[in-house]
C-alpha cells in the first residue's frame, strides 16, 4: 500500500511539475515572441473567421466573412494571386478554434503553439511504442530535437499549422489500433477530418484494412462520431456542407498547380504535360493499391506488410495531390521513425549514427535548401521536393529490409 502511495505521489507530483512547466514555456512564447510578431497566418485565418462569426453572425464559409479575415491580414481586400483567407475546414472545427477567440491573439497563439508542440512529441513517443522502439536516452532527445527544429514541423509551428495535431493524432489512432482498443482509435481518427487533405488516402486504407480485419468497433466509431459531428454542424448552419464544398473548390482553383507530380510534368519536364500527369497519376495509385491489397491479404505475413503500405499511401497523398504544403509531411515522422528503429535494431551503433547522420543531413539540408531559394517570406516549390521523394526511396528500396524487420520486431497492428 505504501509503494502505491508513493507511486501516486510520485505522478501527481510529475504532472504538477509537468504543467508548470508548460504554464511557464506557453507565457515565455508570449512574452517574448507571439506579442511580437505579426506571423501565424495558419491559425489566424481561423481565428478571425469564427470571430466574425460568433461576434457579427457572419457565416463563417461567407464573403463577409472573408473580407472582414482580409483586412486584418492586408488592410484590403486579397488580390486574385493572393491566398483567399477561406475556410476549408468543416464546420465542426469551430470546436478546436472556437474557444481561441475569447482570447488576445498573441495570447491564443502562443497557447496553439504549445498545444502544437505537445501534439509532435505525445506523436513522437507514441509512434516509439507503435514501432517497438527504446532508443537510448541520448538518441531519443536527439529524435524529439530534431522532430521539433526539422523544417516542416517547425515551419508547420511558426504557422500554427492543424498539420502537427493531425499527426499526434494519427500516431494516437494507429497506437490505440494496435492495443487493440478500436472504438478509442476511430473517435480519434474522426478528429482527423478536421483537416480531409492530411487522410484523404488513409482514409481508405484504414477503412479497408478494418474491415479485412474485421475490426468493425473502428469503422462503427469513426462513421458515427464523423456523422455526429456532421450533423450536430447542418443543426448550427444547416448550408454548411454546400458552402464548405464551394470553398474548396474555390480554394483548388487559386492554389492549383503545386503538386510534386504536376512539378514534375508541367515544370522540370514540360513536354510532359497534364497527360504525364494523369499517367504518373494513375502508376502512383496503381501501385499503392498494389500495397494495400499486399496488406489486406488473408494470413499473418500479410500483417507485417501494414507500416509499408502505411508509408506508401501517405507518399502517393503527397505526390498527386493539387496543393503541396511543407507543415503536411509531418505525418511522414511515422515511416520514419519506423526507418530510424529498423537501423537501430539492425546495426546497433553503426545504425544509431546513421539515424544521426540523416536527421543533421534533413535538419541542415531543409533549411540550407530554404534559405537559399525562399521569395520574401515565400517559401518556394523546391521546398516540396525533399522529404516525399527521399520517403519514396527509402520504402522502395529497403522494402524486403523493412518488412523483415517488422517480421522479427513484431511491427504490426
Not at 242 to 248: A, P, Q, S, T, Y
Not at 358 to 373: C, D, F, I, K, N
Amino acid at each position: 500500500m505504501r509503494l502505491n502511495i508513493n507511486a501516486a505521489s510520485s505522478t501527481w507530483l510529475g504532472l504538477r511539475l509537468l504543467l508548470g512547466i508548460t504554464i511557464a514555456y506557453t507565457w515565455a512564447t508570449w512574452q517574448f515572441y507571439t506579442r511580437h510578431d505579426q506571423g501565424g497566418n495558419d491559425f489566424f485565418v481561423h481565428y478571425s473567421l469564427w470571430r466574425a462569426c460568433v461576434r457579427y453572425g457572419l457565416n463563417p464559409y461567407s464573403d463577409e466573412a472573408v473580407y472582414y479575415t482580409q483586412l486584418d491580414i492586408y488592410g484590403r481586400r486579397a488580390l486574385p494571386t493572393e491566398d483567399q483567407n477561406i475556410l476549408v475546414y468543416p464546420y465542426y472545427s469551430a470546436l478546436l478554434y472556437g474557444p481561441f477567440i475569447v482570447l488576445d491573439f498573441p495570447v491564443a497563439r502562443a497557447i496553439f503553439m504549445t498545444l502544437l508542440q505537445a501534439a509532435l512529441f505525445i506523436g513522437v513517443i507514441l509512434t516509439l511504442q507503435l514501432v517497438r522502439w527504446k532508443p537510448p536516452v541520448w538518441l531519443l532527445a536527439g529524435v524529439l530535437a530534431w522532430a521539433l527544429l526539422n523544417y516542416p514541423e517547425a515551419r508547420a509551428v511558426l504557422l500554427g499549422q492543424f498539420a502537427l495535431l493531425g499527426f499526434g493524432l494519427m500516431a494516437a489512432t494507429l497506437y490505440f489500433l494496435k492495443q487493440k482498443h478500436d472504438v478509442a482509435a476511430g473517435l480519434v481518427f474522426t478528429v482527423l477530418t478536421i483537416k480531409p487533405t492530411l487522410i484523404f488516402l488513409v482514409t481508405p486504407f484504414l477503412l479497408l484494412w478494418a474491415a479485412t480485419r474485421r475490426r468493425w468497433h473502428f469503422i462503427i466509431a469513426f462513421l458515427s462520431g464523423t456523422a455526429t459531428l456532421s450533423l450536430v454542424s447542418l443543426v448550427a448552419l444547416p448550408t454548411w456542407i454546400g458552402d464548405w464544398l464551394n470553398r474548396v473548390f474555390g480554394y483548388s482553383s487559386y492554389t492549383g498547380g503545386q503538386g510534386l507530380v504536376w512539378l514534375f510534368t508541367h515544370i522540370a519536364a514540360p513536354g510532359l504535360g497534364q497527360i504525364g500527369e494523369w499517367l504518373i497519376d494513375a502508376l502512383l495509385i496503381a501501385g499503392m493499391l498494389w500495397a494495400w491489397w499486399r496488406a489486406m491479404r488473408p494470413g499473418p505475413e500479410a500483417e507485417h506488410e501494414f507500416h509499408w503500405a502505411f508509408g506508401i499511401t501517405l507518399v502517393v497523398s503527397n505526390f498527386i495531390i493539387a496543393r503541396s504544403a511543407t507543415p503536411n509531411y509531418a505525418l511522414m515522422l511515422i515511416p520514419t521513425i519506423w526507418i530510424f528503429a529498423a537501423l537501430d535494431r539492425r546495426a546497433r551503433r553503426v545504425g544509431q549514427l546513421i539515424v544521426v547522420g540523416v536527421m543533421g543531413v534533413m535538419l541542415v539540408g531543409h533549411w540550407w535548401l530554404h534559405a537559399a531559394t525562399v521569395v520574401g517570406n515565400q517559401e518556394q516549390a523546391i521546398m516540396f521536393v525533399p522529404w516525399p521523394v527521399l520517403m519514396a526511396l527509402a520504402l522502395l528500396l529497403g522494402r524486403g529490409w523493412l518488412i523483415q524487420d517488422s517480421r522479427r520486431a513484431s511491427v504490426t497492428l
